[in-house]
């Protein structure tokens, strides 16, 4: 059993603590883009093999385009003894819980075709961020389709 | 140190001795609830008054509670205390009847506020038929000064009951997720207050995304998703001392938690390899059990009242649906059979209805069917509504509206069984995955 924080110290009028929000949203909040300090490892894999795969809505399916992608990460990988961290998010327009199981629906369907390339799987974890974090904003499929999405972070 | 304090204040309730009118057999007021578009029934609250028949400041505070109460839930409309012709109302004697029906009221609510001499103070309220003249009820109470927010809460109820023969709700909380933030950013911390939407506090500190929050049955414990350490965990929060836990100790995800009637388990999904199957945790013996077992996600499960079935979503099929099966996981029977697709369901705590989301055409609506999928109404359709949680007298729901836009964000609303009466239901910034508190009585 963990205790992580005793809710007593955090209790704060809710005005003031709206406008701490704001400041505190850029730093310390969790939302899945962590990573290792090797900053050109990052550049790499980011600009150069690709981080990120896309879906079809409602699906986990790996198009041509995204095994491609994966591919090339396998190849990176192989390169280096980097480990991964595999991130699923899907869009806003379906419910929250199950858009967490969809997001690790993708994430693990980009882990096991890694694997089929020969990544080793201890190599490859898997995160859910459901659609707790897009990046695209906009209320139109441009937006919707980059936010259903996979990204691979170095652990 | 925060205290969500649920029953520590000493309320006494005691039925006012003395019947100022003999009752008869004879038909009082009554409203049908179960009828959609009523017409809310017409009443007089006056300020409840202080000694010596004064104005009293905190009398005027509690009828204002009970006012607006009975105003949101749809079923009541107060009537402007401008046009009241009887002023020196007393909560011993007999109204004048006649002044009452000349401004059309139906029901008449004289209350009165005395200090005790250990510091409590004493509330005393009276109901009156006014078509009947007949007294409907006659209570009195004993709290704090401090409680008189909650004082005006158990009026409220105490009339509503009178009045449709059904529960009352309006003594019960709400716990929901505020979000702030921009949407590529946004941080959410778990949130605490009264069903009228005063006294809102934080109780999460917003470090780690907060989700789904469901109160345990004693509305003590609050179990939700959190994703402290990165990856998302289903935890235990208790709301009196702050403590918390992680629930269970599983190799992958855990989601969409919520709490067995009988308070003993938490229901949730655990996510391993791509693919969600629900489970229990025995809180005592920390015993999981797997309920489902299949290659589809399975989540969002949710018990009956009476703890005998389970209801939950699934994607077996291809698509979201709602199915049903007994608590040992047997007897798995789908239960939607509508177009689009079917999530979040909640069973009423009456038991005899389950509320859930519907996807249809790119728009998301609330509805209602029976557990074995028939009778399915939908209450409200728009561009986003999701994740509907029931009053704890099953009458009333509570679910979040997304509005369109990059600068948009969620708010709670609640609406009627019937699908009437939808109102906001205000909080300090945006507000999602509302859950509503039980009765502690």
């Given amino acids: 059993m963990r205790k992580l924080f005793r809710s007593s110290n955090i209790v704060v009028a809710l005005g003031a603590s709206v406008l701490l929000a704001a400041c505190a949203a850029s730093g310390t909040v969790s939302g899945g883009y962590g990573g290792s300090g090797d900053e050109s490892a990052v550049k790499e894999l980011v600009r150069n093999v690709g981080d990120r795969v896309f879906f079809a809505t409602d699906s986990a399916a790996l198009s041509s385009d995204a095994r491609s992608t994966i591919m090339r990460q396998a190849d990176w990988l192989k390169t280096n003894g980097k480990s991964l961290t595999i991130e699923g998010h899907a869009d806003e327009r379906g419910t929250r819980e199950y858009n967490i199981a969809l997001g690790a629906r993708r994430a693990n369907a980009v882990k096991d075709y890694m694997i089929s390339l020969g990544v080793d799987g201890s190599r490859l974890e898997t995160v859910s961020w459901g659609k707790e974090r897009p990046v695209s904003l906009c209320a139109e499929d441009a937006c919707w389709s980059k936010n259903r999405r996979s990204v691979s972070v170095i652990q | 140190m925060i205290k969500i304090i649920m029953r520590k204040m000493i309320v006494v309730l005691v039925v006012l ?233 599983f190799p992958g995800m855990t989601f969409a938690p919520r709490f067995s009637p009988d308070g003993q388990k938490i229901i949730m999904s655990l996510e391993r390899n791509g693919n969600s199957n629900i489970y229990t945790l025995d809180l005592r013996t920390r015993v999981t059990r797997r309920l489902t077992n299949t290659l589809a996600i399975d989540t969002a499960p949710c018990y009956a009242p009476d703890g005998e079935r389970i209801v939950f979503e699934s994607d077996r099929a291809g698509r979201q ?98 699908g009437y009466n939808e109102r906001p239901l205000k909080t300090p910034g945006f507000a999602s995955d509302p859950a509503w508190s039980p009765l502690i009585r």
């Fill in chain 2, 321 to 418: 649906q709602l199915y049903v099966m007994d608590a040992d996981g047997k007897n798995v029977q789908r239960i939607s059979y509508g177009e689009g697709r079917y999530a979040t369901p909640v069973w009423s705590p009456r038991g005899d209805l389950i509320a859930f989301t519907k996807q249809l055409k790119g728009r998301f609506l609330i509805g209602v069917m029976k557990p074995d999928g028939s009778g399915e109404r939908i209450l409200t359709e728009g561009y986003h509504n999701e994740g509907p949680a029931w009053s704890p007298n099953g009458r009333v729901l509570t679910f979040f509206r997304e509005q369109k836009g990059e600068k948009a964000g969620p708010g709670l609303w609640t609406v009627d069984v019937t």
């Fill in chain 2, 17 to 249: 001795a003395a019947q100022i009118s003999v009752s008869f057999a004879q038909d009082l007021l009554r409203i049908d609830i179960t009828q959609g578009n009523v017409d809310p029934l017409p009443i007089a609250i006056n300020p409840f008054q202080g000694q010596n028949d004064q104005p009293s400041m905190i009398g005027a505070d509690i009828a204002n509670v009970v006012k607006s109460d009975l105003n949101r839930s749809g079923l009541f409309q107060s009537i402007n205390p401008a046009g009241f012709i009887e002023k020196d109302l007393r909560v011993n004697a007999r109204p004048r009847f006649g002044d009452w029906r000349i401004i059309n009221t139906q029901a008449l609510v004289i209350g009165k506020v005395s200090n005790l001499e250990d510091g409590r103070i004493s509330i005393e309220f009276r109901l009156w038929d006014v078509v009947a003249e007949q007294q409907m009820m006659g209570l009195q109470l004993i709290s704090t000064p401090s409680n008189w927010r909650w004082v005006g809460h158990l009026v409220a109820d105490a009339i509503y009951e009178r009045l449709t023969g059904e529960t009352g709700y309006f003594d019960s909380r709400i716990v929901y997720v505020d979000e702030t933030g921009p949407k590529n950013r946004r941080v959410k911390r778990l949130a605490i207050m009264d069903q009228d939407g005063h006294n809102p506090r934080l109780i999460t500190t917003g470090q780690s995304l907060a989700l789904t929050p469901r109160f345990s049955p004693t509305a003590q414990e609050i179990t939700y998703l959190s994703y402290a350490n990165r990856q998302p965990r289903v935890f235990l929060l208790n709301i009196e001392t702050g403590q918390q836990e992680i629930v269970g100790d």
